[in-house]
């Protein structure tokens, strides 16, 4: 099993989900974060000040899957997420050892 960790620009979260619903990805998490990378952020006027923007805001997907569904999952968010500007993101994957469904305590891939 591995799991997919996803940042990606905010506006692109709807695609990104149906094109997960569409090959079978039925659970994830998501979380509103903030970063920077090679933007290293903005400058923006308010009020005629102008202040600098660090972090920008980003949403972050977690998403747990079987071995056998990693390449088909960072393909439909990389083409559901690219607009081809800086920024959109990035896709780190990772083993997992265990995973555990608390209700009926199945473990490993049934837990998923």
Known sequence: MKKIEVI????????VKDALVEIGITGMSVYDVKGYGR?????????GAEYVVDFLPKIKI?????????EST????VNSAKTGK???GKIF??????????RTEERGSEAV
Not at 39 to 47: A, F, N
């Open 39 to 47: 933007q290293q952020g903005h400058s923006e006027l308010y009020r």
């Open 74 to 77: 960072i393909n439909a968010i």
């Open 8 to 15: 990606i620009k905010p506006f692109k979260l709807e695609d």
């Open 62 to 70: 977690d998403i747990v899957v079987k071995d056998e569904m990693v």
């Open 93 to 102: 994957v990772s083993s997992l050892d265990e995973v555990v469904r608390i």
């Open 86 to 88: 800086i920024g959109d």
